[in-house]
């Protein structure tokens, strides 16, 4: 009978509410490594510059270090989506770290 009241007068109960706090937050923080990507791609890729997994990771792990994987699997899901688009292009370097180039600027880098 309560089960009816909570619904028929839209209360919610406590696992519910815990629930929805916890999809809110995790969206924050994929919103936050999508933001990162996006700043990389246009103040940096799209300029010229290259961007290194390795510095990426650790700017991350310095400021979101309490959900530093949610945010560096959303930076990376970004910068997959570019390259799906084709705007980016990544190579392993030595070392094991990656980086990533604009599609417009890789023959620039491979000449250095």
């Known amino acids: 009978m309560l089960d009816f009241f ?3 007068f839209g209360g919610r109960n406590h696992s519910e509410d815990i ?3 916890m ?3 995790s969206q924050k923080w994929q919103v ?3 933001e990162i990507a996006e700043d990389c791609f246009i103040n940096g890729l799209s300029q010229g510059e290259i961007v290194k997994l390795s510095d990426i990771t650790n700017l991350i792990a310095q400021n979101h270090s309490y959900n530093s994987s949610v ?3 959303s930076f990376l899901n970004q910068m997959m989506a570019y390259m799906d688009q084709g705007t980016v ?3 392993n ?3 094991g770290d990656t980086v990533f180039v604009h ?3 890789v023959n620039d880098i491979l000449e250095e």
């Open 6 to 8: 909570k619904r028929l």
């Open 19 to 21: 629930a929805q706090g």
């Open 23 to 25: 999809i809110e937050r």
């Open 32 to 34: 936050i490594g999508t």
């Open 71 to 73: 945010v560096e699997n």
């Open 89 to 91: 292009v990544n190579f």
């Open 93 to 95: 370097v030595e070392g």
């Open 103 to 105: 599609k417009d600027h």
